[in-house]
């Protein structure tokens, strides 16, 4: 019996990570795709990462201006054509704690 809970559990832990990983991957291909969309890859890479660093701390520390960056990037998303496997089903969503 409580092995049998153990196995529950851990298939449940697998399929969570999997999920995870998943999810990760689809925000991963859509930030390349907007930094492909806005011709980022011209910048230098060190320039781009200190970008993000300084939107992850600014997120942070001001709310006003994340929500500007939230509204950016809803008509940025909504804009762009999507496949029809990636319509079919929602978008992750962003933690709001991130």
């Given at each position: 019996?409580?092995?049998?809970?153990i196995d529950i559990l851990d298939k449940k832990i697998n399929d969570?990570?999997?999920?995870?990983?998943?999810?990760?991957?689809?925000?991963t291909h859509q930030l390349l795709h907007?930094?492909?969309?806005?011709s980022g890859f011209t910048l230098p890479f060190q320039?781009?990462?200190?970008?993000?660093i300084k939107v992850i701390e600014t997120s942070k520390k001001?709310?006003?201006q994340m929500e500007e960056w939230q509204t950016a990037g809803?008509?940025?998303?909504?804009?762009?054509?999507?496949?029809s496997s990636r319509s079919k089903r929602s978008s992750p969503t962003t933690p709001k704690s991130a």
């Open positions: 019996m409580i092995l049998q809970k969570l990570n999997a999920q995870k990983k998943k999810i990760e991957t689809d925000i907007v930094i492909t969309a806005h320039v781009l990462v200190g970008g993000l001001d709310p006003h809803e008509k940025f998303l909504k804009s762009r054509p999507r496949s």
